[in-house]
T-cell receptor, first 120, second 114 residues
Framework: GAVVSQHPSRVICKSGTSVKIECRSL??????MFWYRQFPKQSLMLMAT?????????EQGVEKDKFLINHASLTLSTLTVTSAHPEDSSFYIC????????????????FGSGTRLTVV | KNQVEQSPQSLIILEGKNCTLQ??????????LRWYKQDTGRGPVSLTI?????NTKSNGRYTATLDADTKQSSLHITASQLSDSASYIC?????????????FGKGTKLSVIP
């Protein structure tokens, strides 16, 4: 159980266009999902926290208007990179929380397989 | 500031050998510590999760230890296989109501060679 599907796995787009990345929890409901960005040889950097039915919470330095997040259902969150530029090229990863055993401490974080975005 | 430091940054070992990866953290208050395996170009996959009261946890050939007093953890891999080649990431979660955020280490890149 606890599978998170992320699509697409790889995308190349032209500078100035928009790209949408989907993150789905396949066998559980996720009220909270997270979006990360990872540069080569670096750790995952949290971009935003996505809450079902409400606005996302963005980390400092992350442009809300550039990285649009929609969490319209308990199983789907989307990240849209608007007017993409080459510096947006990165590895984007989502994760979803699954409560386990009723313990807050043991919330399971399941990650998607990631999306490699290349802006040319 | 919450931080997670991992060492070594990279490691090369021969197939069949054992290795130990280290993780030091300053996350406070502490809730739990997780080790993930991340293959190149893939998302992290959970190996172990340990809370304050747990000193060791195993998952097959992977054994994680936790010393909450010294704020150190280790991941021991036994009888390494070529498929163990990946980055291993130590992740610490702080406690607190509604505290879902994680602090990630930069990972240790392990290469297992024949």
């Amino acid at each position: 159980g606890a599978v998170v599907s992320q699509h697409p796995s790889r995308v190349i787009c032209k500078s100035g266009t928009s790209v949408k990345i989907e993150c789905r929890s396949l066998d559980f409901q996720a009220t909270t999902m997270f979006w990360y960005r990872q540069f080569p040889k670096q750790s995952l950097m949290l971009m935003a926290t996505s809450n079902e039915g409400s606005k996302a919470t963005y980390e400092q330095g992350v442009e809300k208007d550039k990285f649009l997040i929609n969490h319209a259902s308990l199983t789907l969150s989307t990240l849209t990179v608007t007017s993409a530029h080459p510096e947006d090229s990165s590895f984007y990863i989502c994760s979803a929380i699954r409560e386990q055993g009723g313990s807050v401490a043991n919330y399971g974080y399941t990650f998607g397989s990631g999306t490699r975005l290349t802006v040319v | 500031k919450n931080q997670v430091e991992q060492s070594p940054q990279s490691l090369i070992i021969l197939e069949g050998k054992n290795c130990t990866l280290q993780c030091n953290y300053t996350v406070s208050p502490f809730s739990n510590l997780r080790w993930y395996k991340q293959d190149t170009g893939r998302g992290p996959v959970s190996l172990t999760i340990m809370t304050f009261s747990e000193n060791t946890k195993s998952n097959g050939r992977y054994t994680a230890t936790l010393d909450a007093d010294t704020k150190q953890s280790s991941l021991h891999i036994t009888a390494s296989q070529l498929s163990d080649s990946a980055s291993y990431i130590c992740v610490v979660r702080a406690s607190g109501a509604g505290s879902y955020q994680l602090t990630f280490g930069k990972g240790t890149k392990l290469s297992v060679i024949p």
